[in-house]
């Protein structure tokens, strides 16, 4: 499977919302897409899985959808602690492949 | 509460071997599946494989078959990664993960063992 692709950089100024795609083929993109938020020197965090799915504690600004090939992550509100790179994930039985990283700036 | 715990940083000459930790806690070890990921230097996420600690059974990228080997050590709640033939490309941080049994995602991680390759 090939990397999916996302823009490499967004931006929003506070308040706003913003939305990070994630395209693949149709083998790739599926049911099973998540979205990870990573700050610098930190591990990954999952924020959605399952396309539009938050896990407990995940503030109710983030949401995802899909449409076809595309998924997408929408920030609403933004706030100055959004600030990170986002990767999206597809996950089969087989393997996962990630997308390539999306850096977010909150002007 | 779930964590998993890695090694500490490692430096290895090119064509040496790597062998790296993840000791979980908080959780029934042998009811989820530990994936392995690495992050090159301002690069992405590359998925490596992943182990059934249930049974010790792996499943590896293909990019990375006959050089990456991963075990399990049940009763230390221990999954090892070996990566061999190292070359510079494989300068990485190498994160272990846990696929949660609901979420189909990455819901728990190691924080992270950066691998230097360098002569």
């Known amino acids: 499977q090939s990397a999916l692709t996302q823009p490499a950089s967004v931006s929003g100024s506070p308040g706003q919302s913003i939305t990070i795609s994630c395209t693949g083929t149709?083998?790739?993109?599926?049911?099973?897409v998540s979205w990870y938020q990573q700050f610098p020197g930190k591990a990954p965090k999952l924020i959605i899985y399952?396309?539009?799915n938050r896990p407990s504690g995940v503030s109710v600004r983030f949401s995802g959808s899909k449409s076809g090939h595309t998924a997408s992550l929408t920030i609403s509100g933004l706030q100055g602690e959004d600030e990170a790179i986002f990767f999206c994930?597809?996950?089969?039985?087989?393997?996962?492949?990630f997308g390539g990283g999306t850096k977010l700036t909150v002007l | 509460q779930v964590q998993l715990v890695q090694s500490g940083a490692e430096v290895q000459k090119p064509g040496a071997s790597v062998k790296v930790s993840c000791k979980a806690s908080?959780?029934?070890?042998?009811?989820?599946?530990i994936h392995w990921v690495r992050q090159a230097p301002g690069q992405g996420l590359e998925w490596m494989g992943k182990?059934?600690?249930?049974?010790?059974?792996?499943t590896y990228a293909q990019k990375f078959q006959g050089r990456v080997t991963l075990t399990t050590d049940t009763p230390t709640r221990t999954v090892f990664l070996d990566l061999g033939s190292l070359r510079s490309e494989d300068t990485a941080i190498y994160h272990c993960?846990?696929?949660?049994?609901?979420?189909?995602?990455?819901?728990?991680w190691g924080q992270g063992t950066l691998v230097t390759v360098s002569s």
């Open positions: 993960a846990r696929v949660g049994l609901t979420t189909k995602a990455f819901d728990y």
């Open positions: 908080g959780y029934t070890f042998t009811n989820y599946y």
């Open positions: 182990i059934n600690p249930s049974d010790g059974r792996a």
């Open positions: 149709s083998g790739d993109i599926g049911n099973y």
């Open positions: 399952e396309v539009n």
């Open positions: 994930g597809s996950f089969t039985a087989s393997s996962t492949t």
